[in-house]
């Protein structure tokens, strides 16, 4: 049985493709050769004009209309022609007579679209369990030219906007967390600008969720490296070969930096810097050098130093990561260590509610180091469907401490210990569990591990995770 309601949706859909024709007959053109017949020639649009006999969504493509009314759509800017260049071409897209969506429409062989997403199943000790639709990530590449690219994650956390929380509906995240474009000077040499991700140890760097064994972030590279932290900026990166197998790699940026939004538990994350202003005159420098003897092994030492508010005190912050596969073994690690001269949550504009006033932490530290080891149980995997005889299991073990006050012990000291499963049959999908137990410094105890309190006085947190790229 058909409702009302239904029939009007399904005529839309049939007439999207009919409204999208006059697009693809243009991103055909575009990378057309001579020998194919050009989008007037034959035309993908009906010639009957359906949307008159129904009411509902319509989709305006702007700028692919007939304005002569002639039955045909205008050839697409950058249709080359024997003999013409991609330089041509792309002055031909810059005319101020072609329309956006004809621009956009011209890119459609030189761009790719992928991404990844991640969606967790928690069940804590403390609290009720939940699903959670933690990111879906899109992104965008460009090759412009052969020296000139551009590249942009686009992030939805929690499904994006609107995010109830507490019963209440607001706003979610639908975040930029990078978008660069990339000009090639040399070989070694590349000029990047726009929203970076700040090159504070490895794992702010490569922090997506299918590389990652584990489905939760290391609790020091949330708050003391507040992952993902992208700022606005701009500076070079590039890598040189020194003998047969090592390689130098490095990347050094301006940036405008964290402002004074530092608080003891949440670290750094509250002060990530504003894409539209800066607090001050002081632009943050940062910066990552890395040395990789031979393939399977890295090791990197960067930075951070830059001013936090208008008197010019300072954040100064140094990391150093290790990454070394053995076999069927991963070993990995980083400790982070920041220096903040003394100070106040304040010096934003006169009246924001930013300027609490509260005391800014002196001193922050953090570390992480994980071991992953990747196996197999061969009966199991001849049951499994062709595709996945490859895939393997990854049993993983990390232990972690953050402290985002070393003056005092605080509820933001915390000591983390956990176990992990994964079940990985293809390289782009994986099936994480993992169990952690975890203790802060609430009661005035330093939360380590090898502290009786530890043990006795922590709660757990269970979570299973799918993650996958595309």
């Given amino acids: 049985m058909t409702s009302g309601a239904t029939v009007p949706r399904r005529l839309s859909l049939l007439l999207l493709p009919l409204l999208l024709a006059p697009l693809t007959g243009l991103a055909q053109d575009e990378g057309s050769t001579p020998e194919k017949k050009p989008a007037a020639d034959a035309p993908r649009v009906p010639q009957e004009e359906p949307s008159k006999q129904v009411e509902g969504p319509r989709l305006d493509l702007e700028g692919l209309e ?5 039955g045909t759509t205008p050839p697409a800017p950058n249709a080359e022609t024997p003999g013409q260049s991609s330089q041509e071409t792309f002055t031909q897209r810059l005319q101020p007579t072609t329309t956006l969506t004809q621009r956009a429409a011209a890119i459609l062989d030189r761009t790719t679209l992928g991404g990844y997403a991640e969606h967790d199943f ?15 990530v899109l992104f965008v590449y460009s090759h412009i030219s052969e020296r000139i690219s551009t590249a942009t994650e686009i992030e939805f956390e929690f499904a994006g906007s609107p995010l109830k929380r507490d019963g209440i509906l607001g706003a979610g995240e639908v975040l930029l967390e990078f978008s660069v474009v990339d000009l090639m000077l040399t070989d070694w040499l590349t000029f990047r600008a726009g929203v970076i991700l700040v ?3 490895a794992y702010n760097l490569r922090h997506d969720a299918p590389a990652q064994e584990l489905p939760e972030r290391p609790i020091a590279y949330t708050t003391v490296v507040p992952t993902t932290w992208f700022e606005s900026g701009a500076g070079f990166l590039g890598g040189v070969d020194l003998g047969r197998d090592w390689r130098l790699s490095y990347e050094v940026y301006a940036i405008n930096g964290l402002d004074a939004k530092i608080l003891d538990g949440q670290g750094f994350r509250a002060a990530r810097g504003s894409h539209l202003e ?13 040395v990789s003897p031979f393939l399977g092994l890295e090791a990197g030492l960067s930075g951070y130093t ?23 073994w991963d070993l990995t690690g980083e400790v982070v260590r920041a220096f903040i001269d003394p100070g106040y949550v304040q010096g934003f504009p006169e009246g924001s509610t930013a300027n609490t006033r509260d005391r800014v932490p002196t001193g922050m530290f953090g570390f992480y180091g994980q071991a992953n080891y990747r196996f197999r149980v061969e009966p199991f995997f001849r049951l499994l469907p062709d595709e ?10 990390r232990y972690e401490e953050k402290n985002t006050d070393t003056e005092f012990v605080t509820a933001g000291d915390v000591s983390r210990l956990t176990l992990g499963l994964n079940f990985r049959p293809l390289p782009p999908y994986v099936l994480k569990t993992s169990f952690f137990w975890e203790k802060s410094g609430g009661d005035g105890q330093m939360p380590h591990a090898w502290s009786r309190d530890f043990w006795s006085e922590g709660h757990w947190n269970f979570m299973a995770s799918v993650a996958y790229l595309f």
């Fill in 122 to 136: 928690i069940v804590p000790e403390q609290g009720k369990s939940t699903f959670r639709n933690h990111r879906y």
């Fill in 278 to 290: 800066d607090n001050n005159d002081d632009k943050a420098i940062t910066g990552r050098v890395s």
């Fill in 199 to 201: 090159p504070v140890g």
């Fill in 306 to 328: 830059g001013a936090y508010d208008l008197e010019n005190r300072r954040v100064n912050m140094v990391n150093a990561d290790v990454f070394w596969r053995l076999g069927a």
């Fill in 66 to 70: 007939d304005p002569a009314a002639t």
């Fill in 388 to 397: 996945w005889h490859d895939g393997h299991f990854t049993a993983s073990l």
